[in-house]
Nanobody
Framework: QVQLVESGGGLVQTGGSLRLSCAAS????????MGWFRQAPGKEREFVAG????????YYKDSVKGRFTISRDNAKNTVYLQMNSLKPEDTAVYYC???????????????????WGQGTQVTVSS
């Protein structure tokens, strides 16, 4: 059974930083692309960042480029999202997700991912 567990969310002021973690279990994730999405109240879930199975390729939503960094530690089956210079519009529930087709590329659509975590709330106060 694949399980993804996010942690690291919280309340932070504008300009602050948070580091999200996503611990994966149930399989060896070193051959799977992974992504971070977010969903704000009343809005659709949107792609934030993705990382290839090797970690060699990363992808970002335009509005987070230069502020967010996605990384992975395959030895720990964990993916991270370092978020700096946070803005109120970053407020959302953040989800990690995995594509369980081996060596598949990162995609930016939610339906391209097979398993999801339960989400962690990030709130940025102005």
């Amino acid at each position: 059974q694949v399980q993804l567990v996010e942690s690291g969310g919280g309340l932070v002021q504008t300009g602050g930083s948070l580091r999200l973690s996503c611990a994966a279990s149930g399989r060896t994730f070193s051959s799977y692309a992974m992504g971070w999405f977010r969903q704000a109240p009343g809005k659709e879930r949107e792609f934030v960042a993705g990382i290839s199975w090797s970690g060699g390729n990363t992808y970002y939503k335009d509005s987070v480029k230069g502020r967010f960094t996605i990384s992975r530690d395959n030895a720990k089956n964990t993916v991270y999202l370092q978020m700096n210079s946070l803005k109120p519009e970053d407020t959302a529930v953040y989800y990690c997700a995995v594509r369980t087709t081996r060596f598949a590329a990162v995609v930016t659509t939610a339906r391209g991912y097979d398993y999801w975590g339960q989400g962690t709330q990030v709130t940025v106060s102005s």
